[in-house]
């Protein structure tokens, strides 16, 4: 397969009517290149500490990276309900029940027509308050 030049190129077409007699056309195709995007990487994923009691908080933070010059990245964590400010790369987790809590951070640049996107996910543990004794 041969590359096409940026540029506008012309292509013959030969087809049969109806009679099977030939026909000719022409039609112009604009070849336009679009650089490809290389997509942000999560650089540091931290959350501490790992364990706390149920309505107590996690210290999350990130950092990223964006290989295309002028691209920025945007932050996500979710589930967004349980954080302080889910857009931010510095927030914090409210546990919400007792167990095993997936805190997922995705990043994404600001690519267009389509941004890229990364994600990975910190495994936090809630644990359930002692009753207050007797």
Known sequence: MRELAIGVWSLLLLGCG?????????VDIAVNAVSADKCPSITSAVAAPM??????????????????????????????ASFANPSSAVTSYRCPAA??????LTIADNHRPVPCTANVT??????ASKGAGP
Request: proline share 4%; aromatic share 8%; charged share 15%.
């Open 18 to 26: 109806d009679n099977l007699a030939a026909e000719y056309g022409e």
């Open 122 to 127: 910190l495994d936090v543990y809630c644990v």
């Open 99 to 104: 167990g095993r809590q997936a805190l997922t």
């Open 51 to 80: 364990q706390t009691s149920v309505g107590g908080t996690i210290a999350v933070s990130a950092t990223a990276s964006a290989p295309d010059r002028g691209e920025t990245v945007s932050f996500g964590w979710s589930p967004a």
